[in-house]
């Protein structure tokens, strides 16, 4: 688990949906008006949520690490979606500067270590206006599954809680491990806000769309949404 590369293999197994296949109706609380505008859906999976954001008016291009997932979005949703193999912890020169409005970015951050890259990009592609919408798994769970005896911890270690730590979570039938990343909250924040963002949203919502069942009300909620504008 060192880098893109094991991330890219990992989804690259899951061709065959492995429930991956919500919408983004989630993210409507803090998803502004998308009609009229050019999306950029940065780790679109298998292409549901892009083909969501393209039946709600917008002009969308679904990009995702995984070619499997690519090739499987382009040939169920290439009608209404332009759809391409890139990785988010590269330059993504492929597009010019301020050619999108708005960047969703739903459940892949916590597959990269450092996010001062995607966040510069996305500000480069968005120009001086537009928005990145970002679902992430809720740092408090990820650090308390890591502390715990839980099934959820699969490495056995203590976490470190002011560190960025790599780890593991098994997924699907076989239990193949997810190679993903934990941070401290403040470094859910500070590359957004280092690239010139402000945050306009954030939410805890009680259960996320993929993992309603294993909710617990006494624990943190498993998901954040967030907003963030651009302005310079
Ligand atoms: C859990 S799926 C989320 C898919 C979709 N956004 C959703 O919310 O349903 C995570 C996706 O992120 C992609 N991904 C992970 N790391 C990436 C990277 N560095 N660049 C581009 N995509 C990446 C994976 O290939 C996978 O398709």
């Not at 859906?41 to 949520?49: E, I, N």
């Not at 330059?91 to 995607?118: I, K, M, T």
């Not at 076989?174 to 280092?194: C, S, T, V």
């Amino acid at each position: 688990m060192e880098d893109a590369a094991d991330v890219e293999a990992f989804y690259d197994q899951f061709e065959e949906r492995l429930g991956l296949t919500g919408d983004y109706e989630h993210l409507e609380p803090v998803l502004p008006d998308v009609s009229g505008k050019r999306v950029l859906d940065a780790g679109c999976g298998l292409g549901a949520g892009s083909q969501y954001l393209a039946d709600s008016g917008a002009t969308v291009v679904g990009v995702d690490l995984s070619n499997e997932h690519v090739e499987a979005a382009r040939a169920e949703y290439g009608a209404d979606v332009e759809f391409h193999r890139m990785d988010l912890t590269e330059p993504l020169d492929h597009f010019d500067d301020g050619s999108f409005d708005l960047v969703v970015c739903a459940l892949v951050l916590a597959h990269v270590e450092d996010w001062d890259q995607p966040f510069a990009e996305f500000a480069r592609l968005l120009g001086g206006s537009g928005s990145v919408v970002v679902h992430v798994h809720h740092p408090f769970v990820d650090y308390l599954e890591l502390e715990s005896d839980s099934a959820d911890n699969v490495l056995g270690e203590a976490a470190e809680y002011a560190a960025v730590e790599q780890f593991g979570r098994p997924w699907g039938p076989d239990g193949a491990i997810m190679p993903m990343y934990r941070r401290p909250l403040g470094e859910y924040l500070r590359p957004a806000l280092d690239a010139g963002f402000v945050l306009a949203e954030f939410l805890e919502p009680g259960a996320g769309p993929h993992d309603t069942e294993r909710y617990d009300p006494d624990r943190p909620p498993r998901h954040l949404l967030a907003r963030f504008d651009r302005c310079e």
